[in-house]
């Protein structure tokens, strides 16, 4: 395994993980990392690099990011999006992975990428419905602020220092764990 797909793998992982907290946020920084040439995608990925998908996931990100700042619409698009995070989280880790056996890519991408945006959306959903019971929904912005510059910082990590974003990923994930340990009903023996 070379440098160029341990980093490309690196990439994935980061904008996987944004996934979980804005969808089109991370695809649209990829968008933008391929239409200016900092990042090569897959082949079968490059329009994810044309002017048209970046003015579409563009209008995605903003109607998205202003659309969970609405109490209780918040919480609905959380419905739909954790399947849709799951997804795009698999789709960005396939788009970026470099010199790799599409067996190993997809696989990868579906536990990796898909499963780590799915864990990571579920965790914020679930928080989203704890700010909704305990402040009725006013706290939800303040939640909403953070979900977006978690995404913003971790995109832009992933994309200008993959390895950073990787250390992200992880630190994200124990916190929601910590947090998970913390909530989940004690067992009796």
Do not use: C, H, Q
Not at 47 to 61: D, N, R
């Amino acid at each position: 395994m070379t440098s160029e797909t341990v980093i490309s793998i690196f990439l994935g992982i980061g904008l996987a993980a944004s996934t979980g907290f804005r969808v089109f946020l991370p695809l649209f920084a990829l968008s933008l990392a391929s239409y200016f040439g900092v990042w090569d995608l897959n082949e079968n990925w490059v329009w994810i690099g044309s002017l048209a998908a970046l003015i579409t996931l563009g209008v995605a990100t903003v109607a998205e990011v202003f659309a969970y700042f609405i109490p209780w619409v918040d919480n609905a698009l959380d419905g739909i999006a954790i399947p849709l995070a799951a997804i795009a989280g698999t789709a960005v880790m396939v788009s970026t992975i470099a010199n790799m056996d599409p067996v190993v890519t997809w696989s990868l991408a579906i536990i990796a990428g898909g499963g780590t945006a799915a864990a990571i959306k579920g965790a914020n959903a679930t928080g989203r419905l704890t700010s909704t019971a305990t402040t009725g929904g006013l706290g939800n912005p303040v939640v909403s602020s953070v979900e977006t510059g978690t995404a913003v910082v971790v995109s832009t990590a992933s994309i200008f220092a993959p390895i950073l974003a990787a250390v992200l990923v992880v630190i994200i994930l124990a916190i929601i764990f910590k947090i998970y340990r913390k909530l989940r009903p004690k067992t009796r023996t």
